[in-house]
């Protein structure tokens, strides 16, 4: 088995342990119960990357005894024909959670998309009900996006004290910067959120106890980018090959690993926790559309 | 007329446009279509400043020639009593907008009652809905909190590339902190947001090209917690009499006033401004509930 560094955060090791609880709680579910969560995944279209991410989730709820069945639709799909494919999961009871797999041809009205799913088989936190719910944080526990969980998650596992730690994101989308930053000050960090428009991003990037960077640009962090007791998260992807064997991140890895305090890989970091709290995800509608809310906690 | 020096930003002045352009608008909706747009207020208890607020925000829309309702409940009013007065407000075609007015008691579950005012009537942007709206910039246009609303408006009045421009928020409340954040993030802002567990405040503020403090403790922040070059707002208000006569910000002003680049007064920003944009709200629910949608914009 690789052994990593004892500063590499291993994402694939912890995605691991959370996917073996919730095999046994799917198992418990099935048993005493004869519920199986439930995923559905809309894939429009034959985009290749959307194909291997459909895959794996597949794979992932399979691994753990949950059914997944997915929804192939032409990419000439009309926005009506979308819409009714969602409704019609919506009202299926065997239905616990639906993904719509992002990108959506371009004719397609996404906010409609966003809106159609049920908040309640919202396994995305994409829907504004579970996004406002995220943000003000006096409302009620909605569906959360499941990188953001899987960053946080991450973070966590660093022996930080995130009260007093100063987390600079970069990047501002609706899946990974914007949903990170609000459960980082939930957390009572200080939060700062850089983008495409930041001037002197080295210079906030080098002050900050903690950086997560989500920008889908390979390599482009070097060691300059962070003080050597940042703790380092690297939610970027980019495939190099078309085989899908090079993978890289945001972050110079080989340049940057043994000079900062503790930094994910790419592969092996954030993808598996997203996978994980995506699963988490679907076994917590599963469980409140049968009440049986003590069972996911 | 009292002259302030070049660099104070007359939020009072500001307003004073607004509502005029208010007044306007509602002139011509009630002569075109005999529509007069109308809040309606819940005040629970006999707390002395939301009396104080609620009274300047019924006079406001009376100037404007809105129509303002208030709904006295006792302070021993219950959940459900509280719920039933909303939902008949909500049903209520005569309503366009409805506040209750915070703070509540504490037996009052201020979570269900966010959930319970209609999005649609929801003028201080409360509702998770309109604030999954306001964070998940692809969504549709919601209803948001008119504090934030009038910080963006005075920062806009000064002159600055927002793109370029690195803005940090004191406080993370729902009613300023937060949505501002998603506003200035928007406008390309880099946004950091801090607030009462922030390590080394000065040290943030101080690289700041606009500071925002919504802290609410009076004249804490002195000159050297700002650069030159900054422009800050203002958000805190505290009363230091009991008569209201004596009303101080979270800034050191008179220290502060003459070494920033701009900078709000208390009273006369930011307070005003909210009222303005709170009256814009109920223009804007009013004109959509009769889908004439073309006269707020």
Not at 238 to 246: E, F, G, I, V
Not at 283 to 294: E, G, N, S, V
């Amino acid at each position: 088995m690789k052994q990593y560094p004892s500063n590499i955060i291993d994402g694939k090791q912890y995605a691991a342990l959370m996917l073996k609880e919730l095999t046994e709680k799917v198992k418990l579910l099935k048993l005493s119960f004869n519920i199986v969560p439930t995923i559905a995944v809309i894939l429009v279209g034959d985009n290749p990357a959307s194909i291997i991410y459909v895959r794996g989730k597949l794979k992932a709820a399979a691994d753990c005894g949950m059914n997944a069945a997915t929804v192939n639709l032409p990419s000439t799909v009309t926005n009506a024909e979308l819409l009714n494919c969602i409704t019609a999961l919506n009202d299926d009871d065997t239905i616990s959670g639906i993904i719509v797999q992002l990108p959506l041809p371009t004719h397609i009205d996404q906010k409609n998309i966003a809106l159609a799913i049920s908040p309640d088989k919202d396994i995305d936190g994409f829907h504004p009900l579970n996004v406002g719910c995220l943000y003000n944080s006096a409302i009620f526990d909605g569906f959360i996006p499941p990188t953001a969980l899987g960053c946080l998650a991450l973070i966590k596992k660093c022996d930080v004290v995130l009260a007093e730690a100063h987390a600079v994101i970069i990047g501002r989308s609706n899946i990974v910067g914007r949903p990170l930053a609000a459960l980082l000050l939930k957390e009572d960090c200080t939060v700062t959120i850089c983008h495409s428009k930041t001037k002197n991003l080295q210079n906030i990037t080098s002050q900050a106890d903690i950086v997560i960077s989500a920008i889908g640009i390979p390599a482009k962090l070097s060691a300059k980018y962070f003080n050597p007791n940042a703790i380092v998260i690297d939610v970027g992807i980019t495939r190099l090959s078309a085989d899908n064997s090079k993978i890289v991140g945001d972050v110079d890895f080989f340049n940057v690993y043994d000079k900062v305090r503790f930094i994910t890989p790419v592969p092996g970091g954030v993808g598996p926790m997203t996978i994980a709290f995506l699963l988490s995800n679907t076994l917590k509608a599963c469980c409140r559309q049968h009440h049986l809310t003590d069972l996911y906690v």
